[in-house]
């Protein structure tokens, strides 16, 4: 009898037992579900896993050129392989006019624009190319590299506004050159014996002239991105003005990749450029050192 007590009190106890710990779990459970399902509904749950890792087109930094040059052949897509997307990097500053006719055969996406200026960081802008309606794909690509220009000029008046110093002078520069200054001058250069580049004072090295000094595009496209398939990478690379093509693996999209071009003044190493040369002035709509009233200190 005793025994039986003993069996009785036990299964009392075991039958007493809270139960919260276990609801405590599965509504914990629970909300881990519901939360991870909300997210997927307000972002979109993702195809594949997210890469932090995107495909450098350009040499690393320190590289040294000769080798970066003779290694990319090596990446080029193999023939009769579905295009990729590859830099094409130009061996100096180029008119959008001479880029549009080096691309045909090539889907260009992304133009890579810098104002040249002798010993001075400019600034590297990558600017997408907008799509336009035109049936001659040069004339297209002249457009759109037009376009591109624009948006560049309208970034670096934008930063002119906001900085200050030798980068808001840099800045103003850059946004009267792409802006298209008239008959390639920039208004408010110094006079005096040579100007940029060995060129006359006042006149932006590279600039083209245009009829009745109407702005017209400068030589700024320092590299494209493209897609293009083993023919047009080969024909692009064969062209005396193209220093350099820089093809991605197979299956890389054009949101995939970062974009460093090796700059013209990189002839031995990707390393950093001189920044110590003078910069031209040029008027802007950022503002400047205060007037002096006539008669003023």
Same mark, same amino acid.
């Given at each position: 009898?005793?025994?039986?007590g003993?069996?009785?009190d036990?299964?009392g106890?075991?039958?007493?037992?809270p139960?919260?710990p276990a609801l405590l779990?599965?509504?914990?459970?629970?909300?881990a579900?519901?939360?991870?399902?909300g997210r *997927?509904?307000l972002?979109?749950a993702?195809?594949?896993p997210a890469? !932090?890792?995107?495909?450098? =087109?350009?040499? @690393?930094?320190g590289? $040294?050129v #000769?080798?970066?040059l003779?290694g !990319?052949?090596?990446?080029?897509?193999a $023939?009769g392989a579905?295009?990729v997307p +590859?830099?094409? *990097?130009?061996?100096?500053?180029l008119?959008?006019?001479?880029?549009?006719?080096?691309?045909?055969?090539v889907?260009?996406?992304?133009?890579?624009?810098r104002?040249p200026l002798?010993?001075v960081?400019t600034a590297l802008r990558? %600017?997408? !190319?907008?799509?336009?309606?035109?049936a @001659?794909p040069? =004339?297209? +690509?002249?457009?759109? =590299? #037009?376009?591109?220009?624009?948006?560049?000029a309208r970034d670096a008046?934008?930063?002119?506004?906001?900085?200050?110093?030798?980068?808001a002078?840099?800045?103003?520069?850059?946004?009267?050159v792409?802006g298209?200054a008239?008959?390639?001058?920039v208004?408010?250069a $110094?006079?005096?014996?040579?100007?940029?580049?060995?060129?006359p004072s006042?006149v932006?090295?590279g600039?083209s002239?245009?009829?009745?000094?109407?702005p017209? $595009?400068c030589r700024?496209?320092?590299a494209v991105?493209v897609?293009?398939d083993r023919?047009?990478i080969?024909r692009l690379? %064969?062209?005396?003005?193209v220093r350099a093509?820089?093809?991605?693996?197979?299956g890389?999209?054009?949101s995939?990749?970062a974009? #460093?071009p090796?700059?013209?003044?990189?002839? %031995?190493?990707?390393?950093?450029?001189?920044?110590?040369g003078?910069?031209?002035s040029?008027?802007?709509?950022?503002?400047?050192p205060?007037p002096?009233?006539p008669?003023?200190?």
């Open positions: 009898m005793a025994e039986a003993t069996d009785s036990t299964g106890r075991t039958a007493r037992r139960l919260w779990c599965v509504l914990l459970v629970l909300l579900v519901a939360w991870v399902a *997927q509904s972002f979109g993702p195809d594949q890469s !932090l890792d995107a495909v450098r =087109l350009g040499p @690393d930094p590289a $040294p #000769a080798a970066y003779a !990319l052949p090596a990446r080029w897509p $023939p579905p295009a +590859a830099l094409v *990097q130009f061996g100096t500053e008119d959008g006019a001479s880029v549009a006719r080096l691309l045909a055969g889907t260009p996406a992304t133009a890579v624009i104002v002798p010993r960081q990558f %600017e997408a !190319l907008p799509p336009v309606d035109l @001659d040069v =004339l297209g +690509a002249q457009r759109r =590299l #037009a376009l591109a220009q624009q948006a560049a008046s934008a930063e002119a506004g906001r900085l200050t110093g030798r980068a002078s840099v800045a103003r520069y850059e946004a009267t792409l298209g008239p008959s390639g001058v208004p408010g $110094p006079r005096g014996v040579g100007g940029v580049g060995g060129a006042g932006v090295p600039a002239r245009g009829v009745g000094g109407a017209t $595009p700024c496209v320092l991105l897609v293009g023919t047009a080969s690379a %064969e062209q005396p003005a093509v820089d093809a991605a693996p197979a890389t999209p054009t995939g990749v974009l #460093a090796l700059l013209p003044e990189q002839s %031995e190493v990707a390393g950093p450029v001189p920044d110590d003078a910069v031209p040029s008027p802007g709509p950022s503002p400047g205060e002096t009233a008669g003023g200190s």
